[in-house]
């Protein structure tokens, strides 16, 4: 960040980033309007927050200025950028130093991929998570000997093709552990782009418009040259396909189903009653059956606490099974109340979004960044 | 769907936040009280802040229409002084009795006579649209024995227009108490039209 403390200064997303994750002190001043910022706003530890939309501030940001502590690093985030620079520039003027603004704005905010290594793999090869700290989706790259394979590719595929180039690897395979309801998957676009294999579960690809290969329990998928094996386990509840992975014996992920503080909502395809059952079956039972030593890896966070070092979001089966609540509902009933009542409000545009990742709608890029915006409440537990 | 005319056209298309909130905010100072202006603009997030914005300040968010990705926001200008001014006209109708010779059907016409943009976006089934300032050149088309409600947004205008009607001889001329903002009926909005 090149900082030049008596003017406004720009700062990336990924630079917030770091500054998150490594808990160093933020103040934000958000210029949205109200309900954008309370349906969705940045958080972090280390961060503090507060509200008032740029209309309010046109006169002037003396209003502002009483709010906002002198000497602590102070960012302006809007919704692109514009309304951000405008009020930071007035701060400055208003003689307060260490001032920045967003650039690119929330939107820039809700598509910016951390990717941190999750570890290395047994013959070789390395295991890499892509954070979308703003939206709290997660993404992986499994790399071994020249081949990759990515799970739940998220809409932004080049971040995925150039940290590919940067290791070296070509991209064989683009796997979906569902059908997602909250984003939009970029695994069609990045096979599509990079000659890979797109795989579905079947049972979430009735409705697809598209072709794809079938997902199956037993059916592992190689990944340079037989070094490496991605298990397939069906593991329904959050959708009737979802399907887990197991990678080297050592990582599971988990989709949408498992997740470091809460589990998966079984209602986004409108089927709560049905599913609930698959749910607590694929909780309570298959994953019983596993090694209780895997490292699990979900597809979302739902808090900033669950991000661990440098953001890494991971926990050990065992551990889940003993501090995650979702876990620890001990008669059905309880459990069917848990996850069918009281749930959080479903993600924005999460019907479009289902029938664009079944290729029945084809939005803009725009649109398709307008339908994403806002948390992605996958969880029972994100209020 | 209703012409919508209004006092003031601010074209903001192509312009992204802050620029159409900062332009209307400035077009709006030139207004007077009870004036609409209609703001063109092209970027979505428009509706919600000119929303948030109206709320804030206080004037009449009215509605929005797109038309060919232009969006066409409507404000009518508050005023900032505004009280409940004395109302002078004696003979006033609740929303309920109104509401009541309308599903019996009687013969009454409602008149609303706040600007265009404001009937457009929320009004009684079956009212017409004669904003105040026409009112005295349109009440040639009015007949003074018909029944008659007047209808405005809190009272007041109708106040006025009530009076005007009444000293032109139209014997059977009532007030909607509070106006819109009193109506519990059901209502005819931009988009239960289109």
């Known amino acids: 960040m090149n900082t030049d403390a008596n003017r406004m200064n720009m700062m990336t997303a990924k630079e917030l980033t770091r500054i998150i994750l490594a808990k160093e002190e933020i103040f934000i001043l958000d210029v949205r309007n109200e309900n954008d910022y309370n349906d969705w706003k940045i958080e972090g530890e280390s961060v503090e927050i507060i509200n008032i939309p740029y209309f309010d501030l046109l006169d002037g940001v003396d209003e502002a200025l009483d709010k906002l502590p002198d000497g602590k690093k102070l960012l302006v985030v809007c919704a692109k950028e514009g309304s951000s620079k405008f009020v930071a520039e007035q701060i400055v003027d208003a003689g307060r130093t260490d001032v920045h603004y967003l650039e690119g704005g929330m939107k820039a905010w809700s598509e910016y991929l951390e990717p941190v ?78 000659g890979a294999t797109y795989w579905l579960p079947p049972k979430d690809a009735t409705e697809v418009t598209f072709d794809y290969e079938k997902l199956e329990e037993g059916q592992g998928i190689t990944i340079g040259s037989t070094t490496l094996r991605i298990q397939p386990i069906y593991s329904p509840g959050h959708t009737i396909g979802s399907t887990s992975f197991i990678i080297d014996d050592q990582y599971l992920l988990t989709g949408d189903i498992l997740f470091i503080e809460s589990i998966g909502r079984p209602d986004l395809a409108g089927k709560a009653e049905d599913w609930v059952g698959d749910l607590r079956n694929t909780l309570y039972n298959r994953y019983k059956e596993l090694s209780q030593d895997l490292i699990v890896l979900p597809a979302h966070f739902g808090k900033v606490t669950e991000l661990g070092e440098g953001g890494r979001v991971m926990a050990k089966l065992s551990d889940l099974f003993l501090h995650n609540p979702g876990l620890n509902i001990q008669q059905e009933k309880d459990f069917r109340s848990a996850v069918t009542e009281n749930l959080p409000p479903q993600p924005n545009a999460y019907q479009e979004i289902r029938q664009t990742n079944m290729g029945k709608i084809t939005p803009s890029e725009e649109e398709q960044r307008e339908m994403e915006i806002g948390p992605n409440r996958c969880a029972v537990h994100d209020k | 769907m209703p012409e919508i005319t209004a006092d003031m056209t601010l074209d903001c298309k192509g312009l992204a936040c802050p620029m159409p909130i900062v332009k209307t905010k400035k077009a709006i100072d030139q207004l007077d009280a009870g004036q609409v202006i209609e703001v063109q603009a092209t970027d979505q997030g428009s509706i919600a802040d000119i929303q948030g914005w109206a709320k804030n300040t206080g004037h009449h968010y009215l509605g929005t229409v797109e038309e060919c990705e232009v969006l066409k926001h409507y404000i009518r200008k508050a005023n900032p002084n505004e009280v409940n001014e004395e109302k002078k006209y004696p003979l006033i109708i609740s929303s309920d009795e109104l509401q009541k010779k309308l599903s019996e059907n009687e013969k009454v016409t409602v008149i609303d006579v706040r600007e265009t943009a404001e009937f457009a976006f929320n009004r009684i089934a079956g009212a017409v649209s004669i904003p105040l300032g026409e009112l005295e050149h349109r009440i040639s088309k009015l007949n003074p024995d018909d029944e008659i409600v007047v209808v405005c947004r809190t009272g007041n205008r109708s106040d006025m227009a009530c009076q005007l009607l009444a000293g032109k001889g139209f014997k059977h001329v009532k007030n909607l108490e509070s106006g819109m903002s009193g109506w519990n009926g059901s209502t005819i909005n931009y988009d239960s039209q289109n």
């Not at chain 1, 793999?121 to 703003?134: A, E, N, P, T």
């Not at chain 1, 739940?152 to 940290?163: G, K, P």
């Not at chain 1, 940067?166 to 676009?189: F, Y």
């Open chain 1, 117 to 194: 290594k999750i570890g290395d793999l047994k013959d070789g090869g390395s295991l890499y998570q892509f954070v979308r700290i703003g939206k709290g989706c997660l993404s992986y790259m499994v790399l071994s000997k020249g081949e990759a394979a990515v799970i739940d590719t998220l809409r932004m595929t080049d971040v995925f093709e150039q940290f590919a180039k940067e290791q070296g690897v070509q991209i064989k395979h683009t796997l979906d552990t569902h059908l997602h309801a909250d984003h939009i998957s970029g695994g069609r676009k990045l096979a599509e782009q990079s």
